[in-house]
């Protein structure tokens, strides 16, 4: 059976709506799941009108109503906006509407009649505009799934990074990193990678400082302390992890080949050599959920200033459902 992914349409103002349309524009992605869009039905139809593709949209209540297949886009219609929503501008409408999406995914995700998320992008400003005061997907996921431990994991068809902090100032990430949360990521970073079919896969620990402290040389000891007794306790149960290794070689390693994922200690450090790689193909996937919730994302933002032009590139939508099909619990 393929799995049933839930796709939010993100923020309508945005070019959410138009790499949604364009993605299940993609025969191939009917072969590989069942996808149904949360949203609304009139933003879909307008997107329609911008890209000029040609599908079906079928306004539905429940995903046990929907008719898959190539040509069909079943929407569970949250009628929470209408089609003269202002397109490329910040507007809490938008925000709210993007909140209101995610959640009914994950109502439908903890319930097990989706099997997997996959999520457009929102718009911070908008999001907080309509009271709802997080810094991104990650945090409202983990609200919304009472999850404590979760982790934020990107991955490109070169380089994949799962990070130990992200939307917290630098010197904050520092304070935040602990043995039991690199412990904690690297056994969610090893978990994933099963999941996704990697029976052994190899693990590598960024350093904190630059050359990883150089044994002393820079910091104040935040390797031995922070990183190096999680490593040990993770190596002990037969999780095949290295490191710290310096930042500045250690993507270049990971990259040719070396290990299958970089642990990243803070949000740059991780974001940016995937980004360099090409945001086009990266995807973001937060793992450590509780109740088995898989959520996966483009790797880019709202595009304001392409949006409603018909400019934006599917790729990452495409990625990100591709991911999300792999990290499925699978149908019997």
């Known amino acids: 059976m393929k799995p049933i992914i839930a796709i939010t349409m993100g923020d309508a103002a945005g070019i959410g709506p138009e790499i949604v349309v364009k993605a299940l524009a993609r025969e191939h992605v009917h072969q590989l799941c069942r996808p149904i869009v949360i949203g609304d039905v009139s933003i879909l139809r307008r997107a329609l009108g911008w890209t000029g593709v040609q599908l ?151 350093g904190i400082n630059p050359h990883a402290g150089e044994n002393g040389l820079f910091g104040e000891g935040e390797e031995e302390e922070k990183l190096v007794p999680a490593i040990r306790m993770a190596r002990l149960e037969g999780i095949d992890v290295s490191g710290p290794y310096p930042a500045d070689t250690l993507f270049y390693r990971a990259v040719k080949g070396d290990f299958d994922i970089v642990v990243a200690c803070y949000h740059d450090q991780g974001h940016t050599p995937v980004k360099v790689l090409g945001i086009d193909t990266g995807v973001n996937i937060t793992v450590g959920l509780k109740g088995g919730v898989v959520r996966t994302s483009v790797d880019h933002g709202t595009a304001f200033d392409i949006a409603g032009k018909n400019l934006c590139d599917e790729s990452s939508m495409l990625a990100a459902i591709q991911a999300a099909v792999e990290l499925a619990p699978k149908r019997e």
């Open 56 to 206: 079906e949209i079928r306004a539905v209540r429940e995903p046990e109503e929907a008719t898959f297949g190539p040509g069909i886009l079943p929407c569970i219609d949250l009628q929470l906006l209408t089609d003269d929503l202002p397109v490329g501008r910040v507007d809490a409408r938008a925000g709210n509407a993007a909140y209101h999406y995610l959640a009914k995914a994950v109502e439908l995700a903890k319930e097990g009649r989706v099997d997997a998320i996959c999520t457009a992008p929102l718009n911070k400003e908008a999001l907080h505009l309509a009271g709802h005061r997080y810094p991104g997907h990650t945090e409202i996921l983990a609200h919304l799934t009472g999850s404590e431990d979760y982790a934020m994991m990107l991955t490109s068809p070169k380089l994949k990074v799962i990070h130990l902090t992200t939307h917290v100032g630098l010197r904050k990430a520092i304070d935040l990193i602990t043995p039991q949360r690199t412990y904690d990521v690297i056994k969610m970073a090893h978990d994933a990678m099963v999941r996704a079919g990697r029976e052994k896969p190899s693990i590598a620990v960024c």
